[in-house]
C-alpha cells in the first residue's frame, strides 16, 4: 500500500478532532457514571471516588485485568471465571463496558489471529457467561452483546437526514447528520486518496461503520463485540435497505415511512 | 418537516458565528469550527405558513490560502454571503469570492449580508453601500441583534425557491 505523505498542520488538526470527539464522550460517559452511582444507591460522597476508580480501571485496565483474562482465554476460562466476574462485580455496568469493550476486542483480535478456530468468540462469550445467573452475569452479557445502537441514513451531499433509528435517546438527530457529513468530508478531504470514502470511526464507547452508495450513506452505532459473523450480517442487511431505499426514492422524503423500513431491515430482520 | 441546508460564508471575523448565535441556540462546541472548518446548527423556523427546518453550515472564514473542503458547499438550498462594513478588504472582492460560492455551490443567488452596522454612521453605511459591488440584502448588527431575524428569514426564503 502507498502511503501519502503526512502533513503535520493536518494531523494537529486531526488530533484536535480526535478530542474534540473524545471530550463529548467523556461527558457522555460521566453522565452515565452519574446515573448508574444513583442506581446503585451509593451514597453520595463516594462519586468522586468512583469516578476516580473508573479513570483508573480505564487507563490501567489491561494491566489489571489484561493477565487475568489472557490466562483465562487460554486456559478455556473455566477456573477464573469467577476471579473476572469478582474483579468486575464491583464496579459494574456500563462504566465498565467501554473498558472491556475495547480490552476484549484487541484480545480477541490477536487470539483469534494465533488460534484461529479452535475459538471462537461465541465459544468464548458462552462459556464466560454459562452458568450462575446473577447480576455479573447480566453485566458481562450487556458487555459483549453487539448491539445496534443508531442508525442513521444521510443525504450525502447536504447531510440532511432522511431516516433513523436510535435504541436511546441522542442528543439532535439533525445536528449528529449534519456534523457526521462534515467530519466525514474534512476527513476524506484531508486524509484519503481521492475516491477513497471513509468506512469506519472507532470511538471508545462504540463503532461507527459508514457505507457509502451514489447519494446517500448509511452510518452505523454499535456497541459491544461485533464479531466477523455479526459484521457480515449486518454489511447484508444494510445492502438490503439501500437497494429498497434507492429503488424508491420516495422513502427519501418521507421520513415516518423510512424509519419504519429500517426497523423491519435492520432490527428486526 | 421539509428540512434544508443553508451555508454562511465570508472573510475571516465578519460576524457569522456572532449571527449565528443571535438566531438559535447551539449544542455542538465552536471549536469545530476552527478544527474541522465549519459547525452545523438547526434552527426551525416558520415561513408563510411553512414549518422548516434550517440547518446551517457556518464556514470559516479564510485569508485565502487555507482549504476548506470543497464538499461542504455541496447540496445547499441557500447562502449567505457575510461582510463587514467596517472592514474594507471583506467587500473590496466580493465579486471574486460569490463567483467561488456559487461555482463550488452551484446556487444561483446569494444573500448578500452587511454586518456590525452599530460600528458606524448613518452616513457611513451609505458610503459603503455605494461602494460595494452588488446589491446588499440586509444591514444587521450581531452585537445588537438588528435585522438578524430578517437576514435568515430572506435565507430562508431563497432556500424555498
Ligand atoms: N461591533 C460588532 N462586533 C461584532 C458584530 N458581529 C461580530 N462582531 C465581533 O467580530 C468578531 C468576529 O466575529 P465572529 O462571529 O467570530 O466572526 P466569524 O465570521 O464567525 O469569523 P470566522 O469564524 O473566523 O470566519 C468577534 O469579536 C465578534 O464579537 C457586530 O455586529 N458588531
Ligand atoms: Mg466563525
Known amino acids: 500500500m502507498k502511503k501519502t505523505p503526512v502533513d503535520s498542520t493536518k494531523d494537529n488538526r486531526f488530533e484536535l478532532l480526535r ?23 451509593l451514597k453520595n460522597n463516594v462519586s468522586p471516588l468512583v469516578d476516580e476508580k473508573i479513570l483508573d480501571l480505564r487507563e490501567k485496565f489491561p494491566e489489571y485485568f489484561g493477565d487475568t483474562i489472557t490466562q483465562t482465554i487460554k486456559v478455556q476460562i473455566r477456573d477464573s ?6 474483579a468486575l462485580y464491583p464496579i459494574m455496568g456500563k462504566l465498565v463496558k467501554k473498558a472491556i469493550v475495547s480490552e476484549i476486542t484487541k484480545l480477541t483480535e490477536s487470539v483469534n489471529k494465533t488460534v484461529k478456530e479452535k475459538f471462537s468468540i461465541q465459544e468464548i462469550l458462552k462459556r464466560f457467561i454459562r452458568g450462575k445467573k446473577n447480576d455479573a452475569d447480566i453485566v458481562l452479557q450487556e458487555v459483549f452483546e453487539p448491539i445496534i445502537e443508531e442508525v ?3 443525504e450525502k451531499d447536504s447531510g440532511l437526514l432522511s431516516g433513523s433509528y436510535s435504541r436511546g435517546n441522542i442528543a439532535d438527530k439533525d445536528m449528529v447528520s449534519g456534523m457526521l457529513t462534515a467530519i466525514k468530508s474534512f476527513a476524506e478531504d484531508a486524509f484519503s486518496k481521492e475516491g477513497q470514502d471513509l468506512e469506519d470511526i472507532k470511538f471508545e464507547t462504540f463503532q461507527l461503520s459508514i457505507q ?10 454499535c456497541s459491544g463485540v461485533l464479531n466477523a459473523s455479526f459484521k457480515e450480517e449486518l454489511s447484508d442487511r444494510i445492502h438490503n435497505l439501500a437497494e429498497i431505499i434507492l429503488r424508491d426514492r420516495s ?19 | 418537516m421539509i428540512a434544508k441546508k443553508v451555508l454562511l460564508v465570508g472573510n475571516f471575523g465578519v460576524g457569522k458565528t456572532s449571527l449565528i448565535r443571535r438566531f438559535v441556540l447551539n449544542e455542538f462546541s465552536e471549536d469545530y469550527i476552527s478544527t474541522i472548518g465549519v459547525r452545523v446548527s438547526k434552527k426551525v423556523v416558520s415561513y408563510q405558513n411553512e414549518t422548516i427546518k434550517l440547518m446551517i453550515w457556518d464556514v470559516a472564514g479564510t485569508n485565502g490560502d487555507e482549504k476548506i473542503p470543497k464538499a461542504y458547499f455541496l447540496g445547499a438550498h441557500a ?3 457575510v461582510f463587514d462594513l467596517s472592514r474594507e478588504e471583506t467587500y473590496l472582492t466580493i465579486d471574486k469570492n460569490l463567483k467561488m460560492v456559487r461555482d463550488l455551490s452551484g446556487l444561483k443567488d446569494i444573500t448578500i449580508v452587511g454586518n ?14 455605494q461602494k460595494v459591488s452588488v446589491d446588499i440584502d440586509l444591514i444587521t448588527s450581531a452585537k445588537e441583534g438588528d435585522y438578524v431575524e430578517d437576514a435568515f428569514m430572506k435565507l430562508t426564503a431563497q432556500a424555498l425557491k
Open chain 1, 19 to 41: 478530542e474534540l470527539l473524545l471530550a463529548e464522550d467523556r461527558d457522555k460517559f460521566e453522565a452515565l457514571s452519574k446515573e448508574v452511582i444513583l442506581r446503585e444507591k
Open chain 1, 152 to 154: 442513521f441514513v444521510i
Open chain 1, 212 to 221: 457509502n452508495f451514489k447519494s446517500i450513506y448509511i452510518a452505523i452505532a
Open chain 1, 251 to 269: 422513502f427519501l422524503s418521507e421520513e415516518e415511512r423510512l424509519n419504519t423500513l429500517i426497523v423491519k431491515e435492520l432490527i428486526e430482520a
Open chain 2, 116 to 129: 456590525k452596522k452599530d460600528l458606524l454612521s448613518a452616513t457611513e453605511i451609505d458610503n459603503v453601500i
Open chain 1, 81 to 86: 471465571q469467577d476471579e473476572v466476574v469478582e
Open chain 2, 79 to 81: 447562502a449567505m454571503f
